[in-house]
């Protein structure tokens, strides 16, 4: 198995954060949540280099992905960004072309299809 990882998590679905939490402590990661991008991007700012990677809800209220994923690579270009979403992957696959994400997870997902895309990292 790879190494550890240590993960962020923002999603404004409490139970989905739960559930992802509970499928990396399954796989020997760690996570740490947010339910929105202002929390998401507070808790990166204390530390932005020891996440490995963030998952961030495509449609979040308040703060949009882009506004976001800008906002986390300003304080670490180099972290891994992966978008879930309930909407065309593809779509918004081309939509982030500029700002570059590692990833899309669409909703809803198995368990092998999280593990897979961690995988990757």
């Known amino acids: 198995m790879s190494s550890s990882k240590k993960i962020l998590i923002i999603d404004d679905e409490l139970s989905l954060l739960k559930i992802m939490g509970k499928f990396l402590q399954k796989m020997g990661h760690s996570s740490i ?3 929105n991008g202002r929390k998401g991007i507070s808790l ?3 530390d932005p280099s020891s996440f490995d990677a963030v998952f961030i809800d495509y449609n ?3 703060l ?3 506004e976001i994923v800008k906002e986390l690579r300003s304080l670490n270009s180099e972290i891994k960004v992966i978008l ?3 909407f ?3 779509d918004i696959s081309k ?3 500029q700002i570059g994400i590692n990833g899309t ?3 809803p997902f198995a368990f092998n299809d999280f593990k897979q895309i961690i995988e990757q990292l």
């Open 95 to 97: 939509e982030f072309d």
């Open 88 to 90: 065309a992957v593809d």
């Open 84 to 86: 879930s979403t309930g």
């Open 33 to 35: 949540t947010a339910e």
């Open 44 to 46: 990166f700012g204390d």
């Open 64 to 66: 949009s992905s882009h």
């Open 105 to 107: 997870l669409q909703k």
């Open 60 to 62: 979040l209220p308040e």
